[in-house]
């Protein structure tokens, strides 16, 4: 139990364009969901945290307008990166938690790549 | 920002040994942590975890060390395997927060046959 999954697993976009990366809850339901980028050979960063039917809270540092996340369901959050540049490349991997369970369950990461 | 040119630090070790990550974390408020193991390309997988009011605890081949005094946190493998190798992060939770986990830098392991 306790999967979550992301799609798409990779994609290559041309700057300027946006791109939308679902995260799902397949067997439980997400209270609430995070986002987290990473770098090649650096650590995960936490971008955002969302709680269904309510605004996502985001890092310091992390644009809004930029990553826009929707979690509309408790079972589906969604992150849009618009008007990507080449500097937004990266790993972007979400994970999922339930009520009164500390652990939190990654999915597998979703590689986006922007010419 | 994204530093250039950053390597993750490098633990190798033989097939059959004992293996040990070290980890220090930032926050004396923090009351939860977890080693996950990271395989290239794949997201995270929860290797084992350990509340502030304990020490050690042991899994599978696993036993998490926490030393709240200074703030260090370790993972040990025993009799490592080929399968072990990856990139190994501790993470540490604050007390009373939504839950957000703030990850470490990481260290590579490789395991020679």
């Known amino acids: 139990g306790a999967v979550v999954s992301q799609h798409p697993s990779r994609v290559i976009c041309k700057s300027g364009t946006s791109v939308k990366i679902e995260c799902r809850s397949l067997d439980f339901q997400a209270t609430t969901m995070f986002w987290y980028r990473q770098f090649p050979k650096q650590s995960l960063m936490l971008m955002a945290t969302?709680?269904?039917?309510?605004?996502?809270?985001?890092e310091q540092g992390v644009e809004k307008d930029k990553f826009l996340i929707n979690h509309a369901s408790l079972t589906l959050s969604t992150l849009t990166v618009t008007s990507a540049h080449p500097e937004d490349s990266s790993f972007y991997i979400c994970s999922a938690s339930r009520a009164a369970v500390n652990e939190q369950f990654f999915g597998p990461g979703t590689r986006l790549t922007v010419l | 920002g994204e530093s250039v040119g950053l390597h993750l630090p490098t633990l190798s070790v033989q097939e059959g040994d004992n293996s040990i990550i070290n980890c220090a974390y930032s926050n004396s408020a923090s009351d939860y942590f977890i080693w996950y193991k990271q395989e290239s390309g794949k997201g995270p997988q929860f290797i084992i975890d350990i509340r502030s009011n304990m020490d050690k605890r042991q899994g599978q081949r696993v036993t998490v060390l926490l030393n709240k005094t200074v703030k260090h946190l370790s993972l040990q493998i025993a009799a490592t395997q080929p399968g072990d190798s990856a990139v190994y992060f501790c993470?540490?939770?604050?007390?009373?927060?939504?839950?957000?986990?703030?990850f470490g830098k990481g260290t590579k392991l490789s395991v020679k046959p």
């Open positions: 993470a540490e939770r604050g007390r009373g927060s939504q839950g957000n986990l703030i």
């Open positions: 969302s709680n269904e039917g309510s605004k996502a809270t985001y």
